[in-house]
């Protein structure tokens, strides 16, 4: 399934999701995380650099307490 960067960055930017993904090590990973303000550190958000990184996107993992990032590309599922 393909999945839309502003699609996904918008599901990000509303609520905490559960991405589904491979990992650059070919390890599948399941993650919470989300792009809200009340979660993020000091309620600022990745730089525009990092959210305009190509496939990449950056997110506050909140089980970690901490910045993540995956591929657009290489999602399998999002809920």
Known sequence: MNFNR???LNMLNNRVVTVT??????EERVMNCTLLSEYL???TGPTLLQE???DNVSVWDVEANGWRSF???SIKAIK
Do not use: L
């Open 41 to 43: 550190p000091g309620g």
């Open 6 to 8: 502003q699609d996904v």
């Open 71 to 73: 591929r657009v590309s």
């Open 21 to 26: 993904f491979t990992k650059v090590n070919g």
């Open 52 to 54: 305009s990184a190509g």
